[in-house]
């Protein structure tokens, strides 16, 4: 499955683009990867795998803006189409899975 952050946080003051920076820094070291501005995603193995970087986000959120976030499931994330104008652009490339029997 992967999860997506999105966010709106404002950056009128230094302070409000200090907190920008700092939760976009804390998305990052959490293996998140930037898809276009303010949307980040992670590919998780599953929801229980997901859930602790579900709190983190919590703990790091902004006091102002907004803060979403969405689980889809990798076969709904294949399904994305990308463009660049009209111009359809490549997918991103999907993660190597390792199997465990």
Not at 14 to 33: C, D, I, N, P, V
Not at 41 to 60: C, K, V
Request: with cysteine; aromatic share 12%.
């Amino acid at each position: 499955m992967w999860m997506f952050v999105m966010f709106d946080l404002p950056v009128k003051t230094s302070e409000h683009r200090k907190q920008y920076a700092r939760f976009r820094k804390t998305l990052l070291q959490m293996g998140f990867h930037m898809l276009q501005l303010s949307v980040y995603a992670r590919y998780f193995g599953s929801e229980e795998a997901a859930a602790p970087y579900r709190s983190r986000i919590r703990l790091a959120l902004p006091p102002e803006g907004q803060v979403r976030l969405l689980t889809v499931t990798d076969c709904q994330f294949g399904k994305m189409e990308n463009y660049i104008g009209k111009t359809a652009a490549p997918r991103e490339k999907p993660l190597e899975q390792l199997l465990l029997f």
